[in-house]
C-alpha cells in the first residue's frame, strides 16, 4: 500500500460545523505521511470533479472515509459523491453487476474490478459504544458494520475489500478529542504496519 485517498465527508449543516471530522482527517494526512504513503485528498463539501476523484481512486490503493453519522448513516453529500464517482467508474471499477445472459441469476455483484484496492470508515457518533456492542441497547449488539452494511456492499461490489472500522463515541454529549487522536493513530498505525 502507497497511495491513501483521504475522503473527508463532513457538511456543515444544522449545529454542526464538521470540526470534529475535518480534525481527524488532518490527523490522518500527518500520521500516514509521516509513515511513507503518498497522499490524495478531497473535501467532498467543498466541491470536486467528477473525473478527477475517479482518477484518485484509480490511483490510490487504500480510501479512507471521514465521516460523521447523520440518521444511521453517511452524510447525503457522501452518497451523492459515491453515486457520482461509482457510476463514472463503469469501465474502469466496474465491467458489470457480475451477472451473464446465460445465467442471469447467479453471480450478481462478482463484476468488480477493484480487486487490489482496500477502503476503511472513520466514524464520529454521537451514540455511546454500548448502544452497538450490548445486545439490549439500540443497535442489539450488531456493531457498526451492520449500520453501514449497504456501504460495504457498494465497495464489495467493486472488488473493494474492508480494512478495520474505527469510530469515536460520544462526541456530542461526552467529546474526548485528545483520546479520539490518540485512539486513531493507534488504530492506523495498527491498519497500515
Not at 29 to 53: P, R, W
Not at 120 to 135: E, G, Q, R, V
Not at 147 to 167: P, Q, R, S
Request: one cysteine or more; a neutral charge.
Amino acid at each position: 500500500m502507497k497511495n491513501v485517498f483521504l475522503i473527508n465527508g463532513a457538511k456543515e449543516f444544522g449545529h454542526s460545523k464538521g470540526q470534529l471530522n475535518l480534525t481527524l482527517h488532518n490527523h490522518a494526512v500527518k500520521i500516514l505521511s509521516d509513515l511513507g504513503f503518498e497522499i490524495l485528498q478531497t473535501h467532498i463539501d467543498k466541491g470536486y470533479n467528477v473525473q478527477e476523484e475517479l482518477e484518485k481512486f484509480l490511483k490510490s490503493d487504500v480510501i479512507i472515509y471521514q465521516m460523521p453519522t447523520w440518521w444511521m448513516g453517511e452524510p447525503w453529500i457522501v452518497k451523492r459523491y459515491i453515486d457520482e464517482v461509482f457510476t463514472a467508474g463503469h469501465g474502469k471499477l466496474y465491467t458489470n453487476d457480475g451477472r451473464s445472459h446465460e445465467n442471469p441469476k447467479k453471480n450478481y455483484g462478482k463484476g468488480g474490478l477493484a480487486k487490489d484496492k482496500k477502503y476503511m470508515f472513520s466514524l464520529t457518533w454521537n451514540a455511546p459504544i454500548d448502544a452497538f456492542n450490548d445486545k439490549n441497547e439500540f443497535f442489539e449488539g450488531k456493531g457498526v458494520d451492520m449500520v453501514y452494511w449497504h456501504l460495504h456492499k457498494a465497495h464489495e461490489f467493486l472488488g473493494m475489500k474492508a480494512l478495520e472500522t474505527f469510530m469515536c463515541n460520544d462526541v456530542m454529549k461526552n467529546p474526548q478529542i485528545e483520546k479520539y487522536l490518540s485512539d486513531y493513530e493507534a488504530h492506523l498505525k495498527k491498519v497500515f504496519k
